[in-house]
């Protein structure tokens, strides 16, 4: 009877564990085929966030004494405070995990407001070559000298594009008072 047991609980466990591990293998497929199919949306922005300004842009992040671990993948992030929302900018290397401007170039601008509902809005500067040197960044249907805004975070790509006039309306007259200084 003991026995009979023993081997019940064993077949009760075997499958259990077969569930679980078909149940993981399973999500697993799931994800891998959303993270292959679906890229996130992104619109161009190039009038409305010039070359010019984001290089001017950069460059006062750069400046700063401010810089932040903005994500796992790198650290020592260039930073600017605005008091209301901060900017980040990501190497376009990820061998570059701290940042050094001697490395690469900065192609990820991100603008953070934790009291807003949308609390991310990530800008990607696309220059010449980029697309020929296949940078890990690009999404399928960029293309080279453009500046894109892309919904990562799945925010609604409209939405984003009537938030953000806000940011560079306020990022720009900085650069404007900056500049007088």
């Given at each position: 009877?003991?026995?009979a047991?023993i081997?019940l609980?064993?077949?009760?466990?075997?499958i259990?564990?077969f569930s679980?591990?078909?149940l993981?293998?399973?999500s697993?497929?799931?994800?891998?085929?959303?993270k292959?199919?679906?890229?996130?949306?992104?619109?161009e922005?190039?009038e409305?966030?010039s070359?010019y300004d984001?290089?001017k842009?950069?460059h006062m992040?750069?400046?700063s004494d401010?810089?932040?671990?903005?994500?796992?993948i790198?650290s020592n992030?260039?930073?600017?405070?605005f008091?209301?929302f901060?900017?980040?900018?990501?190497a376009?290397?990820?061998?570059n995990i701290?940042?050094?401007p001697?490395?690469?170039d900065?192609?990820?601008l991100?603008i953070?407001?934790?009291?807003?509902?949308?609390?991310y809005?990530?800008?990607?500067?696309?220059?010449?070559?980029d697309?020929a040197?296949?940078?890990?960044w690009?999404?399928?249907?960029?293309?080279?000298?453009?500046?894109?805004?892309?919904?990562?975070?799945e925010?609604?790509i409209d939405?984003?594009?009537?938030g953000?006039p806000l940011?560079?309306d306020?990022?720009?007259?900085s650069?404007?008072?900056?500049k007088k200084e």
């Amino acid at each position: 009877m003991a026995l009979a047991r023993i081997k019940l609980i064993g077949k009760v466990v075997m499958i259990f564990l077969f569930s679980i591990s078909e149940l993981s293998f399973n999500s697993y497929q799931s994800m891998k085929n959303i993270k292959e199919n679906q890229s996130p949306k992104f619109v161009e922005i190039t009038e409305m966030l010039s070359f010019y300004d984001f290089e001017k842009i950069k460059h006062m992040a750069l400046d700063s004494d401010c810089s932040f671990i903005f994500r796992s993948i790198d650290s020592n992030n260039p930073c600017y405070d605005f008091g209301n929302f901060k900017i980040y900018f990501g190497a376009d290397d990820s061998r570059n995990i701290n940042n050094d401007p001697n490395i690469s170039d900065f192609n990820e601008l991100t603008i953070y407001d934790t009291n807003s509902r949308i609390q991310y809005y990530k800008i990607i500067i696309v220059r010449k070559g980029d697309i020929a040197a296949r940078k890990n960044w690009l999404w399928n249907g960029m293309e080279d000298n453009k500046i894109y805004l892309v919904d990562t975070y799945e925010k609604g790509i409209d939405k984003l594009v009537k938030g953000l006039p806000l940011y560079l309306d306020i990022i720009k007259k900085s650069l404007a008072v900056n500049k007088k200084e």
